[in-house]
Antibody, heavy 125, light 107 residues
């Protein structure tokens, strides 16, 4: 069974850091680009960041650029999101998502066929 | 950046009704458009890609159309299990922006 399990969320003060992890199983992790999407309470979906299978192509939303860093460890079937200088507006449920297509090139530009259950990040003093 | 605008933001329809949701891109995105369904308290589910291709396992009452800037998600006969919020997403280029969502309820 294809599965994505996020962890690392919690309550953090503004300005502090947090590292989210996503553990993948049930598929060949290093064949696929991966993404993070967040959803603030009662709000819509917001794309955060995406990474190609070989980490050669990484993109960020303007709202997190310069503060968040996306990485992956294909040997550990894991995706990571390092979040620094956190703001109250970063409060959201963070989903890890897998693209639905194996990319021959190092692109991240595919829709997401599998989503994890999410990990909640709350930024508050 | 390209903006994605969905309309309406919410709708209420009867079981068996035909439901249409619109998604408009601020610039042309060819057919690089996906649709997702998010039921209350659940994870988003992948419905459609390439504007009109149904993901495996999605009921045939769902269909998508459009190209360029204007796209439509249609539910041909609304069922109680279709109560959800629907999101479009562009994926022609980063950022992979989502629309604001359309909440579908049963009248």
């Amino acid at each position: 069974e294809v599965q994505l399990v996020e962890s690392g969320g919690g309550l953090v003060q503004p300005g502090r850091s947090l590292r989210l992890s996503c553990a993948a199983s049930g598929f060949t992790f290093d064949d696929y680009a991966m993404h993070w999407v967040r959803q603030a309470p009662g709000k819509g979906l917001e794309w955060v960041s995406g990474i190609s299978w070989n980490s050669g192509n990484i993109g960020y939303a303007d709202s997190v650029k310069g503060r968040f860093t996306l990485s992956r460890d294909n040997a550990k079937n894991s995706l990571y999101l390092e979040m620094n200088s956190l703001k109250p507006e970063d409060t959201a449920l963070y989903y890890c998502a897998k693209v639905g297509t194996i990319a021959a090139a190092g692109t991240t530009l595919y829709p997401f066929d599998i989503w994890g259950q999410g990990t909640m990040v709350t930024v508050s003093s | 950046d390209i903006q994605m605008t969905q309309s309406p933001s919410s709708l209420s329809a009867s079981v068996g009704d035909r439901v249409t949701i619109s998604c408009r891109a601020s610039q042309g995105i060819s057919n690089y458009l996906a649709w997702y369904q998010q039921k209350p308290g659940e994870v988003p589910k992948f419905l459609i890609y390439g504007s009109s291709t149904l993901q495996s396992g999605v009921p045939s009452r769902f269909s998508g159309s459009g190209s360029g800037t204007d796209f439509t998600l249609t539910i041909s006969s609304l069922q109680p299990e279709d109560v959800a919020t629907y999101y479009c997403q562009k994926y022609n280029s980063a950022p992979l922006t989502f629309g604001g969502g359309t909440k579908v309820e049963i009248k």
